[in-house]
């Protein structure tokens, strides 16, 4: 993982202070260093010095990426078919590496995502893409391999008008740091070594139940962990980084579930296919269908096997059947206090069961659902 790599880390935070102190003098001075350009170089001789070919194919990414998002601008026929075209070939490293294996390009799901983010906001949008700016955007690493995703409107916001260096700042970002790798490192740890343990026993009811809760509690602990740090070096660099996990246990219903995990990923997805589908009120059977697509893509974007694909699927007619038959939400200020907690256990619950896709051998999965009902 990224951040476990004590030599990246050192980097990435060296390089954050570094980057706050050159905002400190550039606030106190009348001549102005030309920080965004500096954090440019400073990303792509990090990239270099863990390893020359990434750099190269980054590079090579970046410009081509680019070039698409001029041409599209600049189109006057065939636009939808430039666009559709180019958001496939963005995608092409990522399907290359899954099916064929010969090589894997670190933090390439991500980008891909920022790549076609980019290509939404110049066709709908109608913008130029700043070319320092887009390089800073696919390149920003606290979030490089595993997120939080930034949208290209929000991140040149921020490279516009950066978080303020301060103590406050320091110490904020030293917390979002400190509690992510408690997370990642400790918590982690600490639940593994049972759900190792169970794994070996045969499925009871009582321990089929502890593995689901397990389950989710290693995912949850690994990616918000994850992103607390990505949070944390992010301030240091003065870039506001989204925030991924919202209290999912507080989520009464999948679809505001989706609104609190992992969110910045869930919404990204769902946005784009709600933009390229409908742009006036949608109707139940539209949104179901949103949904759906969303889990089938997210599975999808997991890994092309079938377990996952069940799994989106799974998730994709929850999310459908709560549009159809408008239970989407439910107020916490209007609901009763004991069913609302009866809604977000069950949600988290559902949620919890497609978990172990992740974290169990795939021939394990089903052994445990069926010991649910083994008493």
């Given at each position: 993982?990224?951040?476990?790599?004590?030599?990246?880390?050192?980097?990435?935070?060296?390089?954050?202070?570094?980057?706050?102190?050159?905002?400190?003098?550039?606030?106190?001075?009348?001549?102005?260093?030309?920080?965004?350009?500096?954090?440019?170089?400073?990303?792509?001789?990090?990239?270099?010095?863990?390893?020359?070919?990434?750099?190269?194919?980054?590079?090579?990414?970046?410009?081509?990426?680019?070039?698409?998002?001029?041409?599209?601008?600049?189109?006057?026929?065939?636009?939808?078919?430039?666009?559709?075209?180019?958001?496939?070939?963005?995608?092409?490293?990522?399907l290359f590496g899954r099916f064929d294996n010969i090589f894997l390009?670190?933090?390439?799901?991500?980008?891909?995502?920022?790549?076609?983010?980019?290509?939404?906001?110049?066709?709908?949008?109608?913008?130029?893409?700043?070319?320092?700016?887009?390089?800073?955007?696919?390149?920003?690493?606290?979030?490089?391999?595993?997120?939080?995703?930034?949208?290209?409107?929000?991140?040149?916001?921020?490279?516009?008008?950066?978080?303020?260096?301060?103590?406050?700042?320091?110490?904020?970002?030293?917390?979002?740091?400190?509690?992510?790798?408690?997370?990642?490192?400790?918590?982690?740890?600490?639940?593994?070594?049972?759900?190792?343990?169970?794994?070996?026993?045969?499925?009871?009811?009582?321990?089929?139940?502890?593995?689901?809760?397990?389950?989710?509690?290693?995912?949850?602990?690994?990616?918000?962990?994850?992103?607390?740090?990505?949070?944390?070096?992010?301030?240091?660099?003065?870039?506001?980084?989204?925030?991924?996990?919202?209290?999912?246990?507080?989520?009464?219903?999948?679809?505001?579930?989706?609104?609190?995990?992992?969110?910045?990923?869930?919404?990204?997805?769902?946005?784009?296919?709600?933009?390229?589908?409908?742009?006036?009120?949608?109707?139940?059977?539209?949104?179901?269908?949103?949904?759906?697509?969303?889990?089938?893509?997210?599975?999808?974007?997991?890994?092309?096997?079938?377990?996952?694909?069940?799994?989106?699927?799974?998730?994709?007619?929850?999310?459908?059947?709560?549009?159809?038959?408008?239970?989407?939400?439910?107020?916490?200020?209007?609901?009763?206090?004991?069913?609302?907690?009866?809604?977000?256990?069950?949600?988290?619950?559902?949620?919890?069961?497609?978990?172990?896709?992740?974290?169990?051998?795939?021939?394990?999965?089903?052994?445990?659902?069926?010991?649910?009902?083994?008493?």
């Amino acid at each position: 993982m990224w951040f476990l790599d004590v030599n990246i880390l050192l980097l990435l935070i060296a390089a954050g202070f570094a980057i706050m102190i050159l905002r400190v003098i550039n606030h106190n001075s009348r001549f102005k260093l030309p920080i965004n350009h500096i954090m440019a170089i400073s990303t792509l001789v990090i990239l270099y010095s863990i390893d020359k070919k990434l750099l190269f194919f980054y590079v090579a990414y970046i410009l081509i990426t680019y070039a698409f998002n001029i041409i599209l601008l600049k189109a006057k026929r065939f636009k939808k078919v430039l666009f559709f075209t180019f958001s496939v070939v963005a995608i092409l490293p990522f399907l290359f590496g899954r099916f064929d294996n010969i090589f894997l390009i670190l933090g390439i799901a991500y980008t891909i995502f920022k790549a076609i983010d980019s290509f939404y906001h110049t066709y709908y949008g109608e913008q130029k893409i700043d070319f320092l700016t887009y390089v800073n955007f696919i390149l920003f690493l606290p979030v490089f391999t595993s997120g939080p995703i930034h949208r290209y409107r929000e991140f040149a916001s921020t490279m516009k008008a950066p978080i303020k260096p301060s103590v406050e700042n320091i110490s904020y970002a030293a917390r979002r740091i400190i509690r992510g790798f408690f997370k990642k490192v400790v918590l982690v740890a600490l639940v593994t070594i049972p759900f190792v343990h169970l794994q070996e026993l045969t499925p009871t009811w009582s321990i089929s139940l502890l593995l689901i809760v397990m389950s989710y509690l290693l995912i949850y602990l690994d990616l918000s962990g994850y992103s607390d740090i990505a949070i944390g070096i992010g301030a240091l660099w003065g870039i506001k980084v989204p925030e991924n996990f919202k209290k999912p246990w507080n989520a009464p219903t999948m679809s505001q579930f989706w609104r609190s995990w992992h969110v910045s990923l869930s919404d990204n997805i769902r946005e784009h296919i709600y933009v390229v589908v409908v742009k006036k009120k949608i109707t139940k059977l539209q949104g179901g269908l949103i949904g759906f697509l969303t889990m089938i893509i997210m599975a999808m974007w997991h890994g092309f096997n079938l377990p996952y694909l069940i799994a989106g699927t799974y998730l994709g007619l929850i999310l459908f059947i709560e549009n159809i038959f408008s239970i989407t939400t439910l107020n916490r200020r209007t609901a009763n206090a004991v069913h609302f907690r009866l809604r977000c256990l069950t949600t988290n619950f559902l949620f919890a069961l497609n978990s172990l896709v992740f974290t169990l051998p795939h021939d394990r999965v089903l052994p445990v659902l069926k010991g649910l009902v083994s008493f």
